[in-house]
C-alpha cells in the first residue's frame, strides 16, 4: 500500500537496528503514521495508543494484534510506560510520536520528553523517523487519500544516561531537530 497506494519512498532503511531494544520517535499527522512507521523500519514497532481506541470492540482486538497498549493522556500512564518498558525489555522497538499528538503540519513543535525518558530506563537507542505528506491522507475524506509519502530514517542516537530532566530535555530537542531537518527535505 505504501509504495503503490501512497507512491512512497523510504530513505535511510539501513539506519534501523534489525534487533534489540529501540525507541522510534517520529513526527505525528495522520492516524496512518502508526503502521507505516512499522513498514518502513521493517520491524514490529509496539506504540502507545489513547486509551479510546480500545473501546472499540474489533478495533481494541487489531491494534492489539499490531502491538498497540493503552495510555491515559494527559497524565503520567505508569501502567503504560510498565508496558513499553515490557516491550523494550523483549527487545521490541517501542514507537512514541514527540509531540504526542497530531500536528496539522507534521512538523514538531512542542515536543515531550516521554521518549527520551523510556530510552535512559531501557538504555535503549532512539531512531528518528520523519514522515512527509501524512498530514493530506485523510483530508477532507473518510477514505484515505492517495497522496504522495515520504519516510525518512536517521541516524541512530544513543540513549540519555541519566534520567536528569537537562539530559531528558537535550535528547528530546536534538530528536526534534533531526525529525524536523528531515522534513525540511520535503518529498
Given at each position: 500500500?505504501?509504495?503503490v ?22 513526527n ?34 487489531a ?125
Amino acid at each position: 500500500m505504501l509504495h503503490v497506494y501512497f507512491r512512497g519512498r523510504i530513505y535511510g532503511a539501513e539506519n534501523v537496528p534489525q534487533e534489540g531494544p529501540l525507541v522510534v520517535v517520529s513526527n505525528h499527522a495522520s492516524n496512518y503514521d502508526p503502521p507505516l512507521v512499522s513498514n518502513c523500519v521493517r520491524r514490529p514497532v509496539a506504540y502507545m495508543a489513547k486509551k479510546e481506541l480500545f473501546d472499540i470492540p474489533v478495533f481494541n482486538k487489531a491494534i492489539q494484534l499490531y502491538g498497540a497498549y493503552p495510555v491515559s493522556r494527559g497524565s503520567a500512564d505508569t501502567k503504560a510506560i510498565r508496558a513499553a518498558l515490557e516491550y523494550l525489555e523483549n527487545g521490541w522497538a517501542v514507537g512514541v510520536f514527540l509531540q504526542g499528538t497530531r500536528t496539522p503540519t507534521g512538523k514538531i513543535t512542542d515536543p515531550k520528553r516521554g521518549a527520551a525518558l523510556l530510552a535512559a530506563k531501557a538504555k535503549a537507542p532512539l531512531l528518528p523517523v520523519c514522515l512527509w505528506g501524512t498530514q493530506e491522507i485523510e483530508k477532507s475524506s473518510a477514505i484515505p487519500r492517495s497522496v504522495p509519502v515520504t519516510v525518512r530514517i536517521g541516524e541512530v542516537i544513543k540513549a540519555p544516561t541519566s534520567g536528569s530532566k537537562e539530559e531528558l530535555e537535550a535528547i528530546t530537542q536534538k530528536c526534534t531537530d533531526v525529525i524536523n531537518s528531515l522534513h525540511d527535505l520535503g518529498r
